[in-house]
C-alpha cells in the first residue's frame, strides 16, 4: 500500500535525556503536517545483551510512540553497519521526508557535530529534510557519584515507598536505581517514568517520601537546560 500521506517525521534517539525532547518535537512537527511519526534507536549489541538503564529508555520510547496516533518505534539491534547505513534503509523502507538528530557529545551521535553523519545521509538519502536539534547533553559522571543504574522497583507502603529490587505483588513504578557510591545504605536516586513523564526522585535509606522531581544536573552530570 501506498504511503497516503505528504510528509513522514523520523526521530533518532540515543540513551540518554535527549530522547524525550527530540521526541517532543517529532511529535509536534509531526502533529502540525498530520503525518505518521517512526522513532527509531540502533544498538551494536544484540536486545537481551542490553543493560537495564537502555532497556528502561528503549520502555519510554515505546510509551511515547504508543502515545502518538500514527507512531511506530523502530529498535535496530545487533547492528554493525554505519548508523547513517541505517538510518538511510530505514527511510527509504517507511517514505521518510524528515529526519530529526539531536546534536549531543557523550553518544554515537557525537559523529553528527563532525559533520560525518549529516554527510554520509545528503548522499544516501538526498530526499530527505535533515533537522539537526541542539539538545542538552549527557556528561558521564567524572567524580563517580552515582553507581551504574540497575533496575529496581518502588512498592507502596502506607503514604510512601520502598525501594526493592524484585518485582513485588504491590508494585507500583518500576525504574533504574542510581545509588550513592561510598554509602553501605540505598540512597540515591530513582528514575522513573509517571504519565509519560520522566521523574527522577530521591531515595534516603530505601524509602521514597515523595515523587517529587530533583534537580541533579550537577550530582549526574545532566546538563539540562537547553530547550
Given at each position: ?11 533518532c534517539v540515543y ?6 525532547r527530540?521526541?517532543?518535537r517529532?511529535c509536534?512537527?509531526a502533529n502540525?503536517?498530520?503525518s505518521?511519526?517512526?522513532?527509531l534507536?540502533?544498538d551494536?549489541k544484540p536486545?537481551?545483551?542490553l543493560d537495564a538503564?537502555k532497556l ?6 515505546k510509551?511515547y510512540?504508543?502515545?502518538h496516533?500514527t507512531?511506530?518505534?523502530?529498535m535496530?539491534?545487533?547492528e554493525?553497519?554505519p548508523?547513517s547505513k541505517v538510518?538511510?534503509?530505514v527511510a527509504?523502507d517507511?517514505?521518510?521526508?524528515q529526519i ?9 551521535w557525537?559523529?553528527i557535530?563532525?559533520g560525518?553523519?549529516?554527510?554520509s545521509?545528503?548522499?544516501e ?8 536539534v541542539?539538545?542538552?547533553?549527557y556528561i558521564r559522571d567524572?567524580e563517580g557519584?552515582?553507581?551504574?543504574g540497575?533496575?529496581?522497583y ?7 515507598y520502598?525501594?526493592s529490587?524484585?518485582?513485588e505483588k504491590?508494585?507500583e513504578f ?8 561510598d554509602?553501605?545504605?540505598d540512597?540515591?536516586i530513582?528514575?522513573?517514568?509517571k504519565d509519560?513523564?520522566?521523574?527522577n526522585?530521591?531515595v534516603s ?7 517529587k522531581?530533583v534537580?541533579?544536573s550537577?550530582?549526574?552530570g ?6
Open positions: 500500500m501506498n504511503n497516503v500521506y505528504n510528509e513522514s517525521i523520523l526521530v540513551y540518554g535525556p535527549n530522547g524525550e527530540l521526541i517532543k517529532g509536534a512537527i502540525l503536517m498530520k505518521p511519526l517512526y522513532i534507536t540502533i551494536p536486545f537481551d545483551e538503564e528502561f529508555y528503549i520502555e519510554q520510547w510509551e510512540a504508543h502515545s496516533a507512531a511506530q518505534f523502530i535496530k539491534d545487533n554493525s553497519r548508523v538510518i538511510a534503509e527509504r517507511n517514505n521518510i521526508t530529526i538528530l539531536g546534536q549531543t557529545a557523550h553518544s554515537r557525537e559523529q557535530t563532525k560525518s553523519i549529516i554527510n545521509l545528503v548522499r538519502i538526498p530526499f530527505v529534510d535533515l533537522h539537526i541542539s539538545v542538552a547533553r567524572e557519584i552515582y553507581e551504574k540497575v533496575r529496581a518502588l512498592v507502596k507502603d502506607g503514604k510512601q520502598k525501594l529490587f524484585n518485582h504491590d508494585t518500576e525504574g533504574i536505581f542510581f545509588k550513592e557510591v554509602t553501605d545504605f540512597n540515591g530513582f528514575r522513573l517514568m509519560a513523564v520522566t521523574l526522585v530521591l535509606d530505601g524509602i521514597v517520601t515523595e515523587l522531581n534537580d541533579i550537577t550530582a549526574m545532566l546538563d539540562d537546560s537547553a530547550e
